[in-house]
């Protein structure tokens, strides 16, 4: 078995699978080290298993980052478009599951074994069960595992991000990026649970309650559904806002993203005798609406409420100020927000400006897509603007 390829990838989740496909068919030797005992667990995982491999509509917006052109380029070269030819190309059978997200009808298998074949069509060498210790520079990349010491002149990190570390998750990426004189943006949890303390911890009671809501945090709001859990707030719209959110600042949710804040004063006019808490219950969940009706503290007729009165429950309503103090951690968070800087990187090739022939890819980069198919999208986009630049 040699020990000296063209380049070598570190990882072989989705970024770096695609990259070293990309790279090996053009003609390059590549090796692919991968700490775990098999290939693309993310991805197995994903989506339930059915893995939501692209969002259809996804473009430089759908992205948080320091420089937020960065990922214009690979995006625009390497489209959801793109990746759906690939798999139609294989035969994978897939839907719309809403709003623009893709999965497999069948298995996330079929995802993982779609970018094998790709890797053998470019005679890929991917070696599972090697965990990276070291890697040193000097006329070329030295990198060692437990098993040994593999040679290149090029050296892509594609290690992913520290989300869920009881998968094996670390942040790696960053450790080497720093030996390299790499600047890393501070990374923290995205797409994860918010906690819940204080007074607000009544919200607890109604845990596994859910609600269409648009959830708002650091001007950025998403109108899908929130879930009380037994912690704080979970579900899709908390989610993608809990990517925005800052540990200090509040959480916005309006609870009645279909009516206006003028709501109670139209059902006053319409219906004096009903009350405040028999409208909630009309437009929420009960459990929701007894919690909301209780802090609201409005009792009575509607007709015997005082306009102001109303109009400011209506206000509140659709501005709910939530403290979240804190996250669920790197834990349960889908991905990983932050990284290594893009202002290390070239946004055409993903090469590290100051470092020739090192490469960063995937969630390792400071990229992160909204809930949806974005992050796999970027994984693809960067991977192949890497991998075809090797
Ligand atoms: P990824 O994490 O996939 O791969 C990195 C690889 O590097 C891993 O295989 C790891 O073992 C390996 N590695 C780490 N350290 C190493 C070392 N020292 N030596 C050798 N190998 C090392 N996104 C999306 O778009 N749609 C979806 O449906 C989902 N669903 C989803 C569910 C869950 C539960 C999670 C946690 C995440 C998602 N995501 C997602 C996010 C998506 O999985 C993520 O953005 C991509 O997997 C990132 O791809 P990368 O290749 O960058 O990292």
């Not at 593999?150 to 009881?166: E, M, R």
């Not at 797409?191 to 708002?216: H, K, N, Y």
Request: charged fraction near 20%.
């Amino acid at each position: 078995m040699p020990t000296s390829y063209d380049a070598i990838i570190l990882g072989a989740g989705a970024a770096g699978l695609m990259c070293a496909a990309r790279a090996g068919q053009r003609g390059k030797r590549v090796l692919v080290l991968e700490r775990a005992e098999k290939p693309g667990k993310k991805i197995l995982i994903s989506g339930g298993g059915r893995c939501n491999f692209t969002n259809i509509g996804a473009g430089p917006t759908n992205y948080l980052s320091a420089n937020p052109h960065f990922a214009k380029s690979a995006l625009a070269r390497y489209t959801a478009r793109d990746f759906l030819d690939l798999v139609e190309s294989y035969g994978i059978a897939w839907h719309e599951k809403t709003l623009g997200q893709l999965f497999c009808d069948s298995s996330a298998k079929q995802i993982v074994e779609m970018l094998l074949e790709e890797c053998a069509k470019g005679d890929v060498t991917v070696r599972c069960s090697e965990e990276v210790t070291s890697v040193a520079h000097g006329d070329g990349f030295a990198v060692t595992t437990q098993t040994g010491t593999y040679t290149a002149p090029a050296l892509v990190i594609a290690t992913g991000g520290p989300s869920i570390p009881k998968m094996g998750a670390t942040g790696f990426a960053y450790d080497l990026a720093r030996q390299f004189g790499l600047k890393v943006v501070e990374p923290r949890p995205a797409l994860v649970p918010l906690t819940l303390g204080g007074e607000e911890v009544l919200f607890r009671d109604i845990s596994g309650v859910s609600a269409p809501v648009v959830a708002t945090a650091n001007k950025t709001g998403f109108a899908e559904a929130a879930l009380f859990t037994h912690r704080g707030l979970s579900g899709p719209a908390i989610l993608q806002a809990s990517s925005y959110w800052r540990p200090g600042e509040p959480l916005f949710v309006d609870f009645i993203p279909e009516r206006t804040a003028e709501w109670l004063m139209d059902a006053k006019r319409g219906n004096p005798r009903s009350g405040v808490r028999t409208q909630l219950r009309e437009a929420l969940p009960a459990r929701l609406a007894d919690i909301l009706a209780d802090k609201l503290g409005l009792d009575g007729d509607l007709g015997n409420l005082p306009d102001k009165a109303l109009r400011s429950a209506g206000e509140r309503l659709k501005r709910w100020t939530f403290h979240p103090n804190g996250t669920e951690g790197f834990a349960k968070a889908e991905v990983t927000v932050g990284g290594i800087s893009t202002a290390e990187l070239s946004s055409k090739t993903m090469q590290a400006k100051r470092f020739p022939g090192l490469y960063a890819i995937g969630e390792a980069v400071d990229v992160t897509g909204w809930l949806g198919g974005y992050n796999f999208q970027w994984a693809w986009a960067s991977g192949v603007a890497a991998g075809d630049a090797l």
